[in-house]
């Protein structure tokens, strides 16, 4: 498929990441008024999917061939796990913290590039990953820069989903070979519901959950499903036509400081000195990062 210019790609993945951003606090919030994680999860993407399937649908941007190759079943199964772990993790550590330590993945992100794009990251690029996982770690410390003990296991499961979405985006980005970041998106999002029903029947079927929600809860599902799960993850794909796999994995660390933002002043969560040297790191990233360039191969070609 066509690359996207670079410079607007480097928008559409800001915009998306902006977005996304929301969707911590605003997934904390809304655990508060629906009975059961899993079946909170799994209503925001059935109202993701319906949305997204019939726009693209619509406007013919899909060609529903794509169901067929077993890439998009895995981009959905890795998205699915990566949700999975981020919810539960969400009733175990803060908003802000789950946000910081997914978005340490553009290590993984790096790493799993090279060998499945090649490509090579430069001097500045590579001091940029460095920096932004520093201060993304100490964004995670409190003021006696300690983790605090009561969330360690929380911390775990939430750094995992980032590693399930490092694989989500290389291979969403593998697949733009053949189809355009549009109808993987969608793609991505429908299977993921689909992968979604399977737990939220084995608990419904089982009793093993609080199916019920409160009408902030419906509020909140409808909220993370259209803006960001469906708007969000299009926008984003689009902007993965235009640059590196690593490139979208660092300028996705907006998130982190749009949902400091949010969970401090509208959640009340505390920031220590300690996480604020952290976030100024964590934008110092972004800027090295995106502002040098796509990135290249390991042959020296543009990425």
Request: charged share 10%.
């Amino acid at each position: 498929m066509a690359s996207r210019d670079w410079r607007s790609a480097v928008y559409l993945t800001v915009f998306a990441s902006l977005i996304w951003g929301t969707s911590f606090p605003g997934t904390k919030f809304g655990l508060r008024y629906v009975g059961n994680d899993v079946f909170f999860l799994w209503l925001r993407f059935i109202v993701a999917a319906a949305i997204t399937i019939a726009v693209v649908a619509t406007f013919r941007l899909i060609s529903f061939s794509i169901f067929k190759k077993p890439i998009i079943w895995l981009i959905g199964g890795f998205n699915a796990g990566g949700f999975m772990l981020q919810y539960i993790g969400l009733t175990m550590t803060t908003a802000s913290k789950t946000a910081l330590l997914v978005d340490i993945n553009i290590v993984a992100v790096a790493i799993i590039s090279y060998f499945a794009f090649r490509e090579r990251l430069g001097k500045i690029q590579a001091a940029g990953i460095m920096l932004g996982t520093a201060g993304a770690f100490l964004l995670t410390l409190n003021s006696d820069l300690r983790f605090e003990q009561g969330q360690i296991l929380g911390d775990i499961i939430v750094y995992a989903a980032g590693w399930s979405w490092a694989f989500f985006i290389i291979l969403n980005k593998k697949l733009l070979s053949e189809h355009t970041g549009i109808e993987i998106s969608s793609a991505a999002i429908a299977t993921c519901a689909l992968w979604l029903t399977i737990p939220a029947i084995y608990l419904l079927l089982t009793g093993g959950g609080d199916f019920t929600f409160e009408p902030l809860g419906l509020v909140a599902i409808v909220y993370l499903g259209l803006f960001c799960t469906s708007i969000a993850t299009l926008l984003w794909a689009m902007g993965l036509e235009g640059v590196s796999a690593t490139a979208s994995a660092t300028i996705m660390l907006v998130e982190v400081l749009t949902a400091l933002a949010i969970s401090i002043g509208w959640l009340g969560e505390t920031l220590s000195t300690a996480a604020v040297a952290g976030a100024v790191m964590v934008m110092l990233a972004i800027y090295l990062v995106a502002g040098t360039g796509q990135g290249e191969k390991a042959d020296g070609k543009a990425a």
